[in-house]
């Protein structure tokens, strides 16, 4: 502990930051010349997917993961003791590809269960968990020990990066991180409460560099569908509540994805924007700007983590607390990356690629997986077809992101179609995401019902017009209606979702 006190106290040093940040600059512009150099173009695109998942006891709480379930490859650890995150082999986008890539992850998560369940543990696929840590919500986020000026979290990873980001943001917002969201008004010693929230991260590997920005820009503009399709975390744990004088008008207020202003509220409470839509981009050396000109958090430096010949080091650091919800990758493989601290970036091999950021976890492998094929085809798709979607302003872009937060497949939607016609028409947007999905996945050497049915699980929800958050509040008003109090009607609902979430069958035929 003291090692780990001395390393995050250098951290906060303004010597430390002088220096990080002389090095990003120094290795941005080393990056500039190699993407303008066309380091970076590849043979062909490749596919990559991050998942991250819950430990929870035999009761459904939170729980410790055992050290030994991260002793294999493809599992990563997160900033929370009860997180976890599976990461895939990179597969080329071709018809081998999606097979191996499909098999591997339904793989790993029957693996990590299993492996969990030897250890008196199981594994929990959802996007907000909302049974509370024995003791309670509050403390298990709350608790931690304060020496020499330095806050360490009880229930956080004790890695020094962790730290110096919890640190750095704590120093910066005035000592405690506000959790304001409908319902709730707290204030945490730490920002360890974001660790409430888990997502899916697909990668699509970019072969053109040139083309990089078009793929970029129309993936801003299909977070708004896509997640309205995905939505699954609309409650907090129901120990939190503590301002809830209408728990009837909470379900209808509360946003059908919570997690999103959760992690947005945690991170940039320091006064900085860290987690946001980001804008479009230009050119491909504008995602080396973005970061070089965001504010500095938690900076290290590499010859603390030992011997790492990484000539970019720092600027990967840094990367690693740029939290948009679409970010571009430098390099490397379109496998999911070391976790949110630090992106994998190489040096001159690999490609540029998407990591597209706004989906929580899903009910099932198979639902994961649908979302997964819907997003890298329906990028492919969009450039494959020429499709007019990037001339939607980008003010309507964000604006379609935030209303599909808030109200789910309720939400006003903003769409340009084929022919270059704005809309708001759910279902002509409908139309198009899936054509267009569909039409990426066969550009990659997918049949026509190999690609439908390979995004078929959220076509569905389309069709029935129901997804896992319209569940989860229809779960809570049905059981508050029978008389139970907000808190217990959460909690039997949370119950109900994860032995459904055990069996494997996709959501819509729960």
């Given at each position: 502990m003291d090692d780990l006190r001395g390393t995050v106290g250098r951290a906060l040093s303004a010597e430390t930051r002088e220096t990080f940040d002389q090095r990003v600059a120094e290795q941005a512009a080393d990056l500039r010349g190699l993407i303008d150099a066309g380091a970076f173009d590849s043979s062909?695109?490749?596919v990559g997917l991050e998942c991250e998942l819950y430990g929870v006891d035999s009761d459904g709480h939170l729980a410790t993961l055992p050290d030994a379930l991260y002793d294999s490859d493809g599992r990563t650890r997160e900033i929370g003791l009860h997180n976890i995150e599976l990461n895939s082999t990179p597969q080329p986008f071709d018809p081998d590809g999606v097979a191996a890539h499909s098999d591997e992850l339904t793989t790993a998560v029957a693996d990590l269960s299993e492996a969990a369940t030897a250890n008196d543990i199981h594994i929990a696929t959802d996007g907000m968990w909302t049974i509370p840590p024995d003791g309670g919500t509050a403390?298990?986020?709350?608790t931690v020990d304060r020496t020499d000026g330095i806050t360490v979290a009880d229930n956080m990873h004790p890695?020094?990066?962790?730290?110096?980001?919890?640190n750095t943001l704590l120093a910066n917002a005035g000592g405690?991180?506000?959790l304001s969201v409908p319902g709730t008004d707290h204030e945490f010693p730490t920002i360890l409460v974001e660790s409430l929230t888990t997502s899916i991260q697909p990668h699509l590997q970019i072969p053109s560099t040139e083309q990089f920005p078009r793929f970029f820009n129309a993936a801003i503009r299909t977070m708004g569908p896509v997640l309205a399709l995905a939505t699954n975390s609309p409650f907090l744990p129901?120990?939190?509540?503590n301002e809830v004088d209408d728990p009837d008008g909470l379900i209808d207020q509360t946003p059908h994805e919570l997690r999103i202003p959760v992690f947005e509220e945690t991170v940039n409470s320091a006064g900085h924007e860290k987690a946001g839509c980001p804008e479009d981009i230009d050119a491909p050396t504008d995602i080396v700007d973005r970061v070089v000109d965001d504010w500095t958090c938690g900076p290290f430096l590499r010859e603390w983590e030992g011997d790492d010949d990484d000539p970019h080091w720092e600027f990967r650091h840094k990367y690693g607390t740029y939290w948009r919800w679409v970010r571009s990758i430098i390099g490397g493989d379109a496998s999911?990356?070391?976790?949110?601290?630090?992106p994998d970036v190489a040096?001159?091999?690999?490609?540029?690629?998407?990591?597209y950021r706004p989906l929580p976890t899903q009910p099932t492998p198979e639902d994961i997986l649908g979302l997964h094929w819907l997003v890298v085809g329906l990028l492919r798709g969009i450039v494959a077809a020429d499709?007019?979607?990037?001339?939607?302003?980008?003010?309507?872009?964000r604006e379609s992101f935030y209303n599909a937060v808030d109200d789910g497949l309720d939400a006003e939607l903003h769409w340009v179609t084929a022919d270059g016609e704005y809309t708001t028409d759910h279902a002509v947007i409908y139309e198009e995401v899936f054509h267009l999905a569909e039409r990426g996945l066969c550009e990659q050497g997918l049949s026509e019902d190999e690609a439908a049915e390979r995004i078929d699980p959220i076509r569905a929800r389309w069709e029935q017009r129901t997804t896992p958050s319209r569940w989860k509040k229809s779960r809570v008003s049905e059981a508050m209606a029978d008389g139970e109090s907000l808190t217990d009607a959460i909690e039997s609902m949370q119950r109900e979702y994860y032995e459904l979430s055990r069996r494997g069958e996709p959501f819509v035929e729960w």
């Open positions: 062909g695109f490749a403390d298990y986020f709350g890695k020094a990066r962790y730290c110096a980001i919890d405690s991180i506000p129901g120990d939190l509540y999911g990356s070391v976790g949110d601290t630090a040096t001159t091999d690999g490609a540029l690629r998407i990591e499709h007019p979607l990037t001339e939607l302003a980008w003010a309507d872009a």
